[in-house]
Every structure is written in C-alpha cells, then in structure tokens.
C-alpha cells in the first residue's frame, strides 16, 4: 500500500491547516490510519489515530482539542485538520498505516509509511 502526504506549509501562529493522505494500492477501509510527526533533532512522535469506521480516535495530549483525524474511506483519504497553530507544531508531518489490531502509539507499531509534509509556523 501506498501513502502520499499533502498540504503543508508555511502558516502563522494561531492559524490552521489541513493535511490530506492519499492512499492506493489496496482496500483503504481494511486500514487504521495516524498522523505522526518529526520535529528537527526530535523523534517521530504519535498525534492521532482513526480506525476504519471512524468510531474511534485517539490523539497525544499535546494536539488534543486543537487537531482533529477524520478520514474518507469513498476517496481513500485520511485528514488532520490542525487549528491553533504553534511554533512548536513545526514538522515534517507523516500519515502511517497499518491493519487492525494491536497499539498504535508508537513508530514501531505501524506498517506503511508516507513521505511527510512540512509544516512550518511562524512567530
């Protein structure tokens, strides 16, 4: 399966974005998808996970109430809508998906990778 990130850019403080990720390759609903993102010098941190039905979803402290995961299984399509925007929020930010089952709050946990987005906020 394929994943292709979308939408970043350059915003100021207090503004918002959305990201999209497009998926191909296979059923799109057979899969949960997350938002990570990597920071300069930082790891890849958890932000948000969406399960195939939409149900369920779980976000890092750090976004919760700010972010939101929703996902589009007619277009194959995972979003993060990101408001209120910090500086800190500044990354290279990467869909992730993997089939059902098992924890998703950590790198390790997800099989398929897109190749990220930058989001810069500026002061």
């Known amino acids: 399966v394929q994943l292709q990130a979308s939408g970043g850019g350059l915003v100021q403080t207090g503004g918002s974005l959305r990201l999209s990720c497009a998926v191909s390759g296979d059923t799109f609903s057979r899969y949960v998808m997350g938002w990570f993102r990597q920071a300069p010098g930082k790891e890849r941190e958890f932000l948000a996970y969406?399960?195939?039905?939409?149900?369920?979803?779980y976000y890092a402290d750090s976004v919760k109430g700010r972010f939101t995961i929703s996902r589009d299984n007619a277009k194959n399509t995972v979003y993060l809508q990101m408001n209120s925007l910090k500086p800190e929020d500044t990354a290279v930010y990467y869909c992730a998906a993997k089939k059902l089952g098992g924890s998703f709050r950590l790198v390790s946990d997800w099989a398929y990778w897109g190749r990220g987005t930058l989001v810069t906020v500026s002061s």
């Open positions: 969406i399960n195939w039905s939409s149900r369920s979803t």
